[in-house]
Structure formats: structure tokens, C-alpha cells
């Protein structure tokens, strides 16, 4: 039985990590399977948006421990320093829809997300100091949406603490109940799916990019792509649908 489910269904290919057994750990199975998954998405023109969720109790319990531990290194078949950096250069939004706990690795799993929402009964933390180690390369894609205040005391604390919390931190978006959660996630996905792809694109691209350069070259950076945007068929296009009142012939 596969460990990772997947479905596509008008545009939005959902992602399911199904090895509740192993809390859904990145093992080595887990993400070869995930990779294969993420590879599909981005890759293919069909996919619009991209939700990963969990089945079980909890969303990711980070790495696998086992086999960490059977030799002291990474037998997985992902990167980690690739893995966790491709949701954001993705051209794909990816929306988290976090239906358990989410610890340790997960939590950078959770943070990579370009929108996630979570059930209020889901329990986040950085415990990697609890075993002996640390947040180190989830660090990359968590800390730029930290205070470091708030990521002093949860990295070092080691301490679990509430979805509300994680919302509050900027690790994610919302928590929500979770007789709610479908609604928000549909929301989100319906929002998406009203924008044109290319330009999702390349809203992913400034968020990436922009924080990134001194201001002056931010500046004529973003006029060139501004430019090469304005003058797409899909931009005059999408600027017709709107005068003309009408949606444009991206949106479902």
C-alpha cells in the first residue's frame, strides 16, 4: 500500500501522506514517494494547485528516527536541501492543509507552504534538542517567517505548543476548527484557482526574489517583469474579462 496518496480533480492535486503507523515520518519510503508526488505537480500542466494533507493523527513527526539511528546518518532518498526549498520555487501554489500534529521536521514541511491552515487541536514544536540535535536545515525555510524572539524560545524551549500559536509565531496561516477546516481550504483553493497561472508564478518569484536584492536593482527588476506581465495575452485577457464583467477563461 502506498504511503503517499495522490488525486487530481479540476486543477487541484491533493497530496495525502497515508503512514499513520509511522506518524507519517519522512522515511525513506514516505519520501520517495512524496518527491514523486511533488515532481508530478510541478511538472504537470494540468495542476493548478497543489494541497498536501495527512491522514491519521498527525500531519508529519519529522524524521524517521529508526533509521537516523541505525548508523547516525540521512538514509533517505530525498535532499533535505532541496526538499524543503522547492515549494517555494515552485511555480505551483501549495496550500498545507495540516489536520494533526506537526513536529520536528514537519515543521518545516509546514512552513514551506505558500498558504497552510491547521486544526486548532494540533500540537506544533521545534523538539529537536529533546533527542540531541537541532532545527537545523528546517531552519532555512522557518526562520525567515519568525520574530527571533519567538524562534529563540521555541527552538531552544524544545516545548510543543497550539495551532493558534503557530498562527500568531507566522509559521501558518490560521487555525481552525476542525469542522472548518474543508471550507477554509476550499476558500483558498477556489482564490487560487481565480488567478492566472503565469501570474501565480511570478507572485511566487517576487516573494522569493524582491527580499533578496539591494532596492535599486529590486526596482528594475520588477519593472522588466511588470512590463513582460502587462504585455501577455493572458494579461490582456484577463483585463478584458474584467472590463467586460465577466471571469476570465482561467477560472473554473
Not at 177 to 193: F, G, K, R, T
Not at 202 to 209: D, P, R, V
Amino acid at each position: 500500500m502506498s504511503v503517499v496518496e495522490t488525486v487530481l480533480n479540476s486543477g487541484v492535486f491533493t497530496i495525502t501522506l497515508n503512514d499513520d503507523k509511522r506518524r507519517n515520518s519522512l522515511s525513506t519510503e514516505l519520501t520517495t514517494e512524496l518527491v514523486a508526488a511533488l515532481d508530478f505537480a510541478d511538472n504537470d500542466a494540468s495542476v493548478r494547485v497543489v494541497v498536501l494533507t495527512n491522514s491519521g493523527s498527525v500531519f508529519c513527526a519529522g524524521a524517521n528516527l529508526s533509521e537516523r539511528s541505525s548508523d547516525g546518518t540521512n538514509t533517505s532518498a530525498f535532499v533535505p536541501q532541496t526538499f524543503f526549498g522547492r515549494f517555494r520555487h515552485s511555480p505551483k501554489p501549495y496550500v498545507g492543509r495540516i489536520a494533526g500534529h506537526c513536529v520536528a521536521g514537519g515543521m518545516g514541511l509546514a512552513a514551506a507552504m505558500d498558504i497552510s491552515v491547521a486544526v486548532e487541536t494540533a500540537q506544533f514544536g521545534f523538539t529537536e534538542v529533546r533527542i540531541g540535535v537541532a532545527p537545523a536545515m528546517i531552519s532555512v525555510v522557518c526562520l525567515p517567517k519568525l520574530r527571533l524572539v519567538d524562534a529563540q524560545a521555541a527552538f531552544l524551549r524544545g516545548h510543543r505548543f497550539s495551532a493558534a500559536e503557530a498562527a500568531r509565531m507566522g509559521l501558518i496561516n490560521a487555525a481552525v476548527p476542525a469542522d472548518a477546516l474543508d471550507a477554509e481550504i476550499d476558500a483558498i483553493v477556489n482564490d487560487l484557482l481565480a488567478g492566472e497561472p503565469a501570474a501565480i508564478a511570478a507572485s511566487k518569484q517576487l516573494i522569493a526574489t524582491v527580499p533578496t536584492m539591494a532596492e535599486q536593482q529590486a526596482f528594475e527588476w520588477t519593472a522588466q517583469l511588470s512590463a513582460r506581465l502587462f504585455a501577455s495575452d493572458a494579461a490582456r485577457e484577463g483585463m478584458t474579462a474584467y472590463l467586460e464583467k465577466r471571469p476570465a477563461p482561467w477560472v473554473p
